[in-house]
């Protein structure tokens, strides 16, 4: 199969800190990943697309300082949520996409949901 | 741009009932892919189906059965008999085919239908 995961799956940190979120392909190369964010009782927004090799691509209105993606092998894309703020908690959710596919299509990670207190 | 659609929020039947899921999508692309997923409280999304623009043979698998119609812009979900365990929410999603530069299969999801079955 096409397995993704995600680390941590669940974090609470203090106002003011970074917090790092680990999207990982375990059985396949993903070339793309994809970064979504989800409110609570909300759709999945996307924030950004993550090229390996290159820099990310920031959909309009997300802040590309705020929000720092690496995509820094074929298998590990990291989200840093830097100086953490109450309104940035939120669930996290990443996907990669698998480039041998017909379809390349994605493959969704288990999200990590992040508290910021 | 691309819209999904899905004007029902929240849908409540008691179990064995059959229910549809309603989507109906914007684009401007004529080759495009159409989703169905699941999100039980979880959180994890579960893939339910694919379909191709070129595709508008319905599908059953299962309990599950959609309906893609062109013509109405709209692929449609329903579950038969449905089960206490099909209480989630579901989330329609619409992508456009990869670009020459790879930026393309960008997802665009609907705002999701809450499911809640009942015994």
């Known amino acids: 199969g096409a397995v993704v995961s995600q680390h941590p799956s669940r974090v609470i940190c203090k106002s003011g800190t970074s917090v790092k979120i680990e999207c990982r392909s375990l059985d396949f190369q993903a070339t793309t990943m994809f970064w979504y964010r989800q409110f609570p009782k909300k759709s999945l927004m996307l924030m950004a697309t993550s090229n390996e090799g290159s820099k990310a691509t920031y959909e309009q209105g997300v802040e590309k300082d705020k929000f720092l993606i690496n995509h820094a092998s074929l298998t590990l894309s990291t989200l840093t949520v830097t100086s953490a703020h109450p309104e940035d908690s939120s669930f996290y959710i990443c996907?990669?996409?698998?480039?041998?596919?017909?379809?390349?299509?994605?493959?969704f990670g288990p999200g990590t949901r992040l508290t910021v207190l | 741009a691309q819209k999904v659609t899905q004007a029902q929020t929240e849908i409540s039947v008691v179990e064995k009932e059959d229910v549809t899921l309603d989507c109906v999508y914007e684009?401007?692309?004529?080759?495009?892919?159409l989703f169905w997923y699941k999100q039980p409280p979880s959180g994890e999304l579960v893939f339910l189906i694919r379909?191709?623009?070129?595709?508008?043979q319905n599908e059953i698998s299962g309990r599950y059965s959609w309906n893609f119609q062109k013509s109405t812009s709209s692929f449609n979900f329903t579950i038969t008999a449905s089960q206490v365990v099909d209480s989630a929410v579901y989330f329609c999603a619409l992508s456009t085919v990869l670009t020459l530069t790879g930026g393309g299969n960008k997802l665009t999801f609907g705002t999701g239908t809450q499911l809640k079955v009942e015994l």
């Open positions: 684009t401007r692309d004529t080759t495009y892919y």
């Open positions: 379909r191709n623009s070129f595709d508008e």
């Open positions: 996907s990669a996409r698998n480039a041998t596919k017909t379809y390349n299509e994605q493959f």
